[in-house]
């Protein structure tokens, strides 16, 4: 059977350029994000993947990546601080997390947004071939859908946001928010991580265009747009059989030394974006110290920050709140060679790390104030093998809609948080091991070949093109 082409294009594409110390120049396969998330249903179609390599002002030949075609994109440095750095993740990230930050707002910016989708859209055409599929991604690529359609109405176009969709208050917000919305609209369907980002995108479709809705089709311009929840996941194999390595379990037990053999190890990875609600954890942690809830010779929290969007003011800012929390608890609490907080950053995790600090982690706290999914929290799950491990969970990501088992929390409850925190300290092996294997049950059904596959089909009943073969 002939099998369909399929062109993903997302703001990056999934490899980094890597410097040897001989100065030979490399492209590696990126770790985690979407990259993962695709990988294991790309390998098997004709599929091109159209992106921007991470480096502004070149677009270099690229070789193909495990079978997977490459096609960058270039950017310029103006188009980095403008359509990036400003309208994706100072205009649009900030608003579509609940406004969690003041998004910023310039006219400027909408302009290089514009341009730049532009250009996605016309290396999108060019690299698909006749009656392909396309399936865009993300917040940064919201007007390629309508502009691909205008170039390229042969193609199959999906849509999927990673990232929440935010309720019409918030998104009403937008000077251009009109423009967005048809932007999307141009897709045969669109895709997001929850029923709410669904419907909050069809009423918006309702009350801000007037078009005809039937929850979850919108019709626009004759053609009829499908609306869907698809919650991301992750390669739940891949990752339970790198938890159970010999290298990562002898990695895991190290670390545990390494910390000075505490009865309980709290762990957090994120990166650092205010977003993810790391000053709250910190916080409630603090105070738990204080109340004498929890003692540093019993106790160890560790805090991996990766850093990110760096020159964005709203990043710097965090950073530094952060670090001073850090270095308060550890000030107030730390002894001579005992750290309360280790907080690690601008290290290099290699998955294999990664693996082993979560199989050494007796606690899991993710509370993010807003996120789409938090695919840690999976990778989490996946990577307890031996059905141990409590999860702390926050109601506002993604993954807790999924994740009913894990110690759902609200971050913005201090004492919620606390209380619940000492919970999972005291918790009995049955009661975690319980929640665990629930979760592990969900992660196993839910991964993201099952996502992915999911998400194709749909978008094949609703483009009516004829049955789409990957
Ligand atoms: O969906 C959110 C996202 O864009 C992910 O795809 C990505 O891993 C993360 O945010 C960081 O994004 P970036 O470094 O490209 O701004």
Excluded at 34 to 52: C, F, N
Excluded at 101 to 129: C, D, I, K, L, T
Excluded at 230 to 257: G, H, K, T, W, Y
Aim: aromatic share 8%; proline share 5%.
């Amino acid at each position: 059977m002939r099998r369909n082409a399929l062109v993903v294009v997302a703001n990056r594409l999934p490899v980094d350029e890597t410097v040897a110390p001989d100065g030979v120049r490399e492209w590696r396969r990126s770790p985690g994000g979407l990259v993962s998330a695709l990988h294991p249903t790309l390998h098997h179609t004709q599929a091109t993947w159209v992106g921007w390599t991470g480096v502004t002002d070149v677009a270099p030949e690229l070789p193909d990546l495990a079978g997977v075609r490459l096609r960058a994109v270039p950017l310029s440095k103006l188009d980095f601080e403008e359509y990036y750095e400003g309208f994706a993740n100072s205009t649009l990230w900030p608003l579509y997390h609940d406004a969690t930050e003041q998004p910023v707002y310039h006219r400027r910016w909408w302009e290089s947004y514009q341009r730049v989708n532009r250009r996605f859209a016309e290396a999108a055409a060019e690299a698909a071939p006749p009656n392909a599929t396309v399936w865009i991604h993300d917040y940064h690529l919201q007007l390629v859908p309508a502009m691909l359609r205008g170039l390229r109405p042969d193609v199959r176009i999906g849509f999927f946001m990673h990232i929440p969709f935010p309720p019409a208050e918030l998104f009403m917000q937008l000077p251009r928010r009109n423009d967005l919305l048809y932007g999307l609209l141009g897709a045969d369907l669109v895709g997001f991580q929850d029923q709410y980002g669904a419907r909050n995108f069809t009423q918006l479709a309702s009350r801000v265009l007037g078009l005809p809705v039937r929850h979850p089709e919108i019709e626009v311009n004759g053609r009829v747009v499908r609306v869907g929840a698809f919650p991301n996941s992750i390669d739940m194999a891949d990752m339970e059989a790198l938890a159970r390595r010999d290298e990562v379990v002898r990695r895991a037990a190290q670390i545990r030394e390494d910390l000075g053999n505490p009865e309980k190890i709290i762990l957090g990875v994120d990166r650092l974006d205010y977003t993810k609600g790391i000053e709250q954890r910190l916080k409630a942690y603090r105070e738990l110290l204080s109340d004498g809830r929890v003692k540093v010779q019993d106790t160890v929290m560790v805090q991996v920050a990766v850093p990110s969007r760096e020159r964005v003011e709203h990043y710097r800012i965090l950073r530094d709140r952060v670090e001073r929390e850090v270095g308060r608890i550890n000030g107030e609490f730390g002894r001579v060679g005992v750290a309360a907080v280790h907080y690690l950053i601008n290290q290099s995790f290699d998955r294999t790390e990664l693996a082993a600090l979560y199989r050494a982690a007796d606690v899991m706290m993710i509370t993010p104030l807003r996120d789409g999914m938090n695919l840690v929290a999976k990778e989490y799950v996946a990577s307890r093998v031996d059905v141990t491990g409590a999860l702390v969970l926050s109601e506002f990501a993604g993954a807790a809609t999924e994740l009913t088992d894990a110690y759902l929390v609200n971050p913005h409850d201090l004492d919620g948080l606390k209380d619940t925190l000492v919970r999972c300290l005291e918790a009995g092996t049955g009661d975690i091991s319980r929640r665990m294997r629930m979760m592990r049950r969900h992660v196993r059904a839910h991964d993201v070949r099952a996502w992915a596959q999911s998400y194709l089909a749909a978008l094949h009943d609703a483009s009516g093109l004829g049955r789409l073969v990957l």
